[in-house]
């Protein structure tokens, strides 16, 4: 079993794979004396201990999440965990098809709070995408 920073560290390296290094570095940056216990926990064993057990693959594990991120009403961690998704392979239409799912299973004012929500982190995740193609300009 790996001591409690090996587990930190798996847990860095996926939760930096799914929610992409700026945003981990930005959250562990921003961390102080009395939230980085939270932030270490999530890291060690939501991203270490649970998202580092490959029996679900990372792609089914965000369907999950955006699932009950719906049915929770948590709409700042649905709108991180839907780019997450779209990094994990997960398309557009899925996004969709899980939030309808969550539609009939949570209710209509949940889910249209989700769609609303996922609506613009797909919107910013698209824009990071075209951004990351452009060339940089070089000196002439």
């Not at 239409?93 to 949940?110: D, F, K, N, T, W």
Request: net charge negative.
């Amino acid at each position: 079993m790996p001591t409690e920073s090996e587990m930190f560290e798996k847990g860095f390296q996926n939760r930096k794979r799914v929610l992409g290094a700026a945003h981990v570095d930005k959250s562990w940056a921003n961390a102080d004396d009395f939230n980085r216990p939270a932030q270490r926990l999530v890291t060690e064993y939501c991203w270490g201990e649970v998202w580092g057990d490959e029996t679900i693959p990372f792609r089914v594990r965000s369907m999950l999440n955006l699932a009950m991120l719906t049915a929770m009403n948590q709409q700042h961690e649905l709108g991180v965990h839907v780019k997450g998704a779209l990094t994990n392979g997960v398309s557009r239409e899925e996004i969709r098809a899980v939030l309808l799912q969550a539609m009939v299973y949570c209710g209509a004012p949940a889910a249209l709070a989700a769609f609303r929500t996922a609506s613009a982190a797909i919107n910013d995740w698209q824009q990071d995408q075209n951004k990351s193609l452009i060339p940089a300009a070089k000196d002439e």
